[in-house]
């Protein structure tokens, strides 16, 4: 699914690009972006409240605005939540992948199963470990240039991906832990201002 993706050689620096930002810079970057990704989810909600459930109603326009406004506003809200659980599914997509090679199409079921223990596990130490997970996505991100790789050994693939994308995390989650260790230091200094 995702180990799997036939890159063209054009967009290879871009991805390259994608990952590095997630390895290094992850944690910030879904901060930032986790309040926009839940409100215009909120939004297309809101949408289909107001256009599709409520249309045959005559509510005025600045009550729609406002129950508009509070469900983007929700939705931005629970963005965060929203993204921790993409991370650990997408981390549990990558699994899957490795494991579906390794194990092989007889054992099917067994992937599916183990996917679903693991996402259990991911999800409960996503808020934790979020500057790892990031790491990861953006390892396996990394890893899926590898495709390019002239290798016939899919399996082969598959591990050099898998090693590839545990080395970013865990060069990524110790440099964003060192970032965020900076900043909550650099934070609590005091700071002397003439009176």
Do not use: C
């Not at 045959?56 to 809200?77: D, N, Y």
């Not at 599916?112 to 979020?130: N, S, T, Y």
Request: aromatic share 8%.
């Amino acid at each position: 699914m995702i180990l799997n993706v036939e890159l063209p050689p054009e967009v290879v620096p871009l991805v390259i690009l994608i990952g590095l930002i997630l390895v290094i810079i992850g944690r910030e970057t879904l901060e930032v972006l986790s309040f926009a990704i839940g409100a215009m989810a909120g939004g297309i909600i809101a949408y289909m409240i107001l256009n599709g459930l409520l249309m045959s109603f005559s509510i005025p326009l600045w009550i729609k605005l406002l129950v508009a406004a509070l469900i983007i506003f929700g939705g931005g809200m629970l963005g965060r939540g929203a993204m921790a659980t993409m991370l650990a599914v997408a981390t549990t997509i990558v699994i899957i992948d490795v494991l579906k090679v390794l194990l092989g199409p007889d054992l099917l079921i067994v992937t599916i199963l183990a996917g679903i223990f693991l996402f259990a596990i991911f999800v409960a130490f996503i808020q934790k470990f979020v500057h790892v997970f990031s790491a990861f996505i953006g390892g396996a991100i990394i890893a899926t240039t590898l495709n390019m790789l002239p290798l016939d050994d899919l399996v082969m693939l598959r591990i050099i991906q898998l090693v590839t994308a545990l080395v970013m995390a865990a060069i990524g989650g110790y440099i964003q832990y060192r970032i965020k260790r900076w900043k909550d230091t650099r934070g609590e200094q005091v700071v002397w201002v003439p009176s």
